[in-house]
């Protein structure tokens, strides 16, 4: 026989050397609790047609048993009815701050998403179909900031939660004047600052530079109404200006008898640019009723809505179609409550109304991405716990968590503090001020990190374990520690749609965050796109789609891609028993050059050792020389596999399509410490028994 490594060279295979210690277990975990899977808002009657029997079951045959419910309105800057029954506070009006009935009356098949008519920032998280009311160019319409970040509902000074309006340019423009149309409350104590430094780019964190004063540009005694300001005696080159809103005039407007009214600011209009010659003030803020118009971001918007702002293509899942599902596998469920655009009073309904139904809850994970919304710490966190203080009175053993992380590859992606501080300390600091820091009872983000989803996929999976574990190591060096769990509540290749997410790419992906995540301390993680879905084309140009299972239009059942596969290769291979403990090894891969394998294992409950190997190369063969604990050498294994032979996506456009979808491949294998890993693929070997 010739030895491995001559072997290697001549067959063009690249080779790898994994040792496995069971003496050294890193982590004890429950399948059924670590591996989970997310439920989200969809559009207009997508709701009906996903919850199909057929859908359903090829839903629940993968395996994952948790269930994480996502809050698709929260991102899209709307209110939820998480209840179609409940009240408004003008309810004359059918207008104002709803609160969902706690009463158990019909059953909540779906539940929908009302827009902001006071939304202040022109980009959200969701599809884009808002805009800003500061530059809509309506007088009638205005943005209001939250006033549940007002003292009355803090219980601290104004001072700590200033709010913010900044307008992106897009480019450098000269500016040295300024035109607001105030709304009711409008601010009395204001600045007008510009960004002196590198243009903030999303992928580069921090930005250098600072805010600085426009010389001109801050006022103490604020009258309301129309306001033009000459900010600079000299145009000043800036492409980012902000207005620093500090002190309110709690003025309500005409007839108002609900105290929110009149806390916070308020802005119909704002108007940015120059003089010229003669005196007139130039706009250089394009005001338009859609994503056109000049760029601008709030602090926090007002959750008022109508019931006319119904969003008929936000629906969300409602809480008895998913119980009567059976996806829940009678499990406790990952709920959401809204934080940054809904009621305190609304969060603790919710509860209250699961408890009375009899379903049971996981944990409440406050809110969803409040960075991907461009809130401070210090406002997040403030709304946190009002809405913490209300799910208490209701059930006090509750546990809470968050801030689910949009992204955790980079800090906050709007603008450095002035004192240098990162997000999460910041909220971290918040909470352990009021002495709250026992009300954060894990800690959820999301994984997707791989944005551009054009690019060589194999450079992004080679790369991928060392970005995980510098991007933990850093939460860690912020505060972040074991007493807590922690949660990815979604995962997958990227948050854009691209052709790796129904490729091998994507499969081998979702296997690594997994077992990279466990080895890395991590409790649970959610994979999004559980439910049937469809490719489609984002601004890469790309189709593709974080997706398991390709819906049937005609109702039938759905296919199922190659992550559906790695999702149930984890859970019908490398594990036993679900619902019994496991114990992760220690696992060491030696390999020369590129890290092509990677590999994890755990100890079974029925005493066998399940092995789950990634071969990330795209063209060769990967030979593995395993070494296992001596009392595993003489056993027999099962290799399952799953590659090219099993699996082949056709890109077609809307039309492409999974052309072979096969399960992996089950073979008995009498020993198991030498064998190869196909190109591209997922293998699981499990020994003993």
């Given at each position: ?178 035109k607001i149309r105030w709304g009711t409350p409008y601010a009395v104590r204001y600045r007008f ?20 004063p426009f010389p001109t540009g801050s006022r103490t005694n604020g009258q309301g109404g129309v ?316 189709w593709g789609n974080l997706m398991d299972l390709q819906g049937d239009p005609s109702g039938g ?133």
């Amino acid at each position: 026989m010739l030895p491995l490594l001559v072997f290697a060279l001549l067959t063009g295979e690249i080779r790898a050397h994994v040792i496995v210690r069971s003496d050294k277990p890193l982590k004890r975990f429950v399948p059924q609790v670590a591996f989970g899977a997310g439920l989200d808002g969809h559009e207009h009657g997508d709701i009906a047609s996903i919850f199909t029997p057929n859908n359903i079951e090829a839903m629940q045959s993968v395996g994952l048993k948790s269930l994480s419910y996502r809050l698709r309105t929260e991102l899209g800057i709307e209110a939820w009815h998480w209840n179609p029954e409940g009240r408004w506070s003008d309810s004359k009006r059918n207008q104002g701050y709803w609160i969902s009935s706690r009463k158990v009356s019909k059953p909540i098949e779906v539940s929908f998403g009302y827009s902001l008519p006071r939304r202040g920032s022109t980009f959200d998280q969701a599809n884009n179909r808002g805009y800003s009311r500061i530059d809509d160019g309506d007088l009638s319409t205005f943005w209001k900031s939250n006033p549940y970040l007002d003292q009355r509902f803090t219980g601290e000074p104004n001072a700590k939660h200033p709010q913010w309006i900044v307008i992106d340019f897009g480019k450098s423009q000269k500016i040295n004047a300024a035109k607001i149309r105030w709304g009711t409350p409008y601010a009395v104590r204001y600045r007008f600052e510009y960004w002196d430094g590198a243009p903030r780019v999303d992928e580069v964190d921090p930005p250098s530079g600072d805010w600085k004063p426009f010389p001109t540009g801050s006022r103490t005694n604020g009258q309301g109404g129309v306001e033009t300001l000459a900010l600079a005696a000299r145009p000043v080159g800036a492409e980012y200006v902000r207005i620093w809103l500090d002190e309110s005039s709690n003025t309500a407007p005409l007839g108002s008898k609900d105290v929110r009214d009149r806390l916070g600011f308020a802005i119909r209009e704002l108007g940015v640019g120059r003089f010229d010659k003669k005196g007139r003030f130039q706009d250089l803020v394009i005001h338009r009723k859609d994503s056109r118009q000049t760029e601008l971001v709030a602090s926090s918007t007002d959750p008022w809505h109508r019931a006319s702002d119904r969003d008929r293509d936000v629906e969300q899942p409602g809480f008895d179609l998913i119980e009567r599902s059976g996806l829940t596998s009678h499990l406790p469920m990952l709920i959401p409550v809204p934080v940054l655009f809904g009621v305190p009073e609304d969060a603790a309904n919710e509860l209250a109304w699961l408890k009375a139904r009899g379903y049971p809850v996981r944990g409440v994970e406050m809110g969803e991405e409040p960075d991907g919304q461009m809130t401070l710490p210090e406002d997040y966190a403030a709304l946190y716990l009002q809405v913490a203080d209300r799910l208490r009175a209701v059930q006090p053993g509750v546990t809470l968590g968050g801030p689910c992380f949009q992204t955790t590859q980079h800090e906050f992606r709007d603008w450095p503090d002035p004192h240098g501080q990162p997000w999460l300390r910041r909220f971290f600091a918040y909470l352990k001020s009021r002495n709250r820091s026992q009300d954060l009872g894990f800690f959820s983000f999301e994984w997707y990190p791989f944005d551009d989803v054009a690019a060589d996929p194999v450079p992004q999976l080679l790369s991928h374990d060392e970005l995980f574990s510098k991007t933990m190591d850093r939460l860690m060096a912020q505060g972040l520690t074991h007493d807590i769990p922690w949660m990815i509540t979604e995962y997958g290749y990227s948050a854009f749609a691209g052709p790796s997410e129904v490729e091998m790419p994507g499969a081998i992906l979702n296997a690594d965050i997994v077992g990279r995540f466990l080895t890395l301390g991590g409790d649970t993680s959610f994979l999004y796109g559980y439910e049937p879905g469809e490719v489609i084309k984002e601004k890469t140009g790309a189709w593709g789609n974080l997706m398991d299972l390709q819906g049937d239009p005609s109702g039938g059942a759905p296919t199922r891609l190659c992550t559906y596969y790695s999702a149930w290769l984890l859970t019908h291979a490398w594990c036993g028993d679900q619902a019994k403990p496991h114990e992760l090894c220690e696992t060491n891969v030696l390999q020369d050059k590129k890290p092509w394998v990677d590999a994890y294992s755990v100890i079974r409950p029925d005493g066998r050792l399940g092995i789950m190997l990634l071969n990330r190369n795209p063209k060769a063969n990967a030979r593995v020389d395993l070494e296992l604990p001596l009392a595993m050498r003489s056993r027999p294994g099962v290799l399952y596999q799953y590659g090219s032979r099993q699996y082949e996506w056709k890109r077609d456009g809307a039309n492409g399509r999974a052309i072979r979808s096969l399960p992996p491949s089950r073979v008995q294998i009498k020993d198991p410490t030498l064998f190869s890993l196909p190109p591209y693929s997922l293998t699981v070997l499990v020994v003993g028994g």
